[in-house]
């Protein structure tokens, strides 16, 4: 019998007793594995290969047990506001045409097929009725990295409600393309948006929108939520997933005409867009300006959006430069933010 053998059958577990120290022991003194018997490495290597496959059956009985529209149910009623929950819904449809494509399930998406959609067509082009749409142009890299980002978002989701059963293989990812320099904003002017809510055209529910979001700044995203009190007239809504409050007076709005003056198709109705969501508005919306701007009384389409930045740029003027002031307007939540909105207006 050889030395080796001697020394496994020495520290073999069933002699002794199971204790931590024992364990220790048995790790501590093992004999080396190129010193042990041809027999022996064999039978090591066949444990080795049957655990090996045990843990890997282990691993898929348990990926095949998750539902993914269960997931991706739960990672969505998440969402701070509707604008991230449309941003994840879309980013994730955009995974899903990709897996299709390889017949694989979320969870099996590998670090390679990972960076390989990165750079395919499946983010780098717009969708069309839901289709991809391979002549149109790239998107902006900010728009890639942005549904990047939302996608990982969901697999460290669920990384952790699957206790890692199922890693996240967007992070660490150098596919990602660089960030461009952002395109200069444009910002309706004042005749601009007297001119929009002069219209007669336009209905009348999207003048009260186009106003408040022009003379209050409210975002797009707290309108549905909001809730008026014409007697003093204040306000309060939700706004990615903050509590927004303030007042529709002089001291809080700009412009000549009061904000309330366009609420009177509503006929004191507390909750005015409680019918609609945010992506109906923007639709809406931007349906309408482009019909404005074919008529000549707008030189370029705006975005809902566009509007709290004519905002933003008109009260900082008023309030003389008073980024405090401004910040708690746009009800942001920390002044590095109003920062960098000043910023991107070219007004610091």
Known sequence: MSESTQQIQTINPK???????????IINNKPNFDNLPESDKASILKITVATEYSNELQHKAKIAKLNYADLKATFLANAKSSHTREAYTLALSRLEMYLSTLGKSFAELTTLDADKFIQSNFLGKPLTKGFLNVAAPNRASASIRRDAACIGGFYAFTQRVTDNEVV???????????????????????????????SKDLPKELKAAIAIMALRGLRIGGLPSLNIDYTSQAFTTQSKGKLHNGHLNETECIGATPVLKYFGTFEGKKKPFSNLDAPKLKMQISYWMKKLHQQGIIPTVYSAHDFRHYYSRAFYIKSGNDIYRLQKMLNHSCISITETYLKTLNLI
Do not use: D, Q, Y
Not at 16 to 21: F, S
Not at 174 to 181: M, Q
Not at 190 to 196: D, F, K, L, R, Y
């Open 168 to 198: 996240n293989p967007m992070r660490g990812t150098r596919s990602l393309p660089k960030k461009e320099s952002a395109k200069e904003i444009e910002v309706p002017t004042e005749t601009e948006v007297n001119a929009i809510l002069s």
């Open 15 to 25: 002699n002794l007793p199971i204790t931590e120290a024992n364990v220790v022991n």
